[in-house]
């Protein structure tokens, strides 16, 4: 017996003393990592909201320089979403691939710097959340673009609910946020 409980306590303890970064983390189930068929409809338009946001970051420094044509280009394609009575899918894909066009190779690996950034920040922001949900797993792709977006994962769910909303057109971050772009490419 007594064999038995030295034994029971020296593995016990071994595992004990395995920090627990040694440990392997419990794996996400595939319907929580996985977007709902809502958020793929919409991962245009929440890929154009993050870029603008990113933007509007980038801009704001003295690192993302464009020159004259750049900005001009830029602001004629953004003015347009503040016109626009709806933005679905298609819309906001031409119009993200429209924004990379207009600029050059080392802006583009710049943005995606910045986007490789915030990525990291909602997945560390992530990995400390505590979710739950009464009705299944939660749904991570919802709250890693509610961390990467100003309106968080409200507007998530809205953009999510309506595909063809234009938060743009609406008061709110969204149009604060292209607003606040439009007036650094006016400089």
Do not use: W
């Amino acid at each position: 017996m007594k064999r038995v409980l030295l034994l029971a306590c020296l593995s016990l303890g071994a595992a004990a003393a395995t920090p627990p970064r040694m440990m392997p983390l419990p794996p996400h189930s595939a319907a929580a990592a996985d977007p709902s068929p809502d958020l793929a409809r919409v991962q245009p338009v929440l890929e154009l909201l993050v870029t603008v946001r990113l933007l509007a970051d980038l801009t704001a420094g003295d690192d993302f320089l464009l020159d004259a044509p750049a900005r001009s280009a830029l602001s004629a394609i953004l003015r347009e979403q503040v016109t626009r009575p709806t933005l679905g899918p298609q819309d906001a894909q031409r119009t993200l691939d429209r924004l990379r066009g207009v600029l050059t190779a080392a802006q583009r690996e710049r943005l995606d710097q910045a986007r490789a950034e915030l990525e990291r920040r909602a997945a560390l922001l992530l990995a400390r959340s505590r979710f739950a949900a009464p009705d299944g797993p939660v749904n991570l792709t919802l709250y890693r673009y509610g961390f990467m977006l100003p309106g968080g994962a409200a507007l998530v769910r809205r953009v999510a609910a309506s595909p063809g909303l234009n938060p743009y057109r609406e008061a709110g971050v969204s149009a604060a946020t292209l607003q606040r772009l439009l007036g650094q490419l006016a400089r």
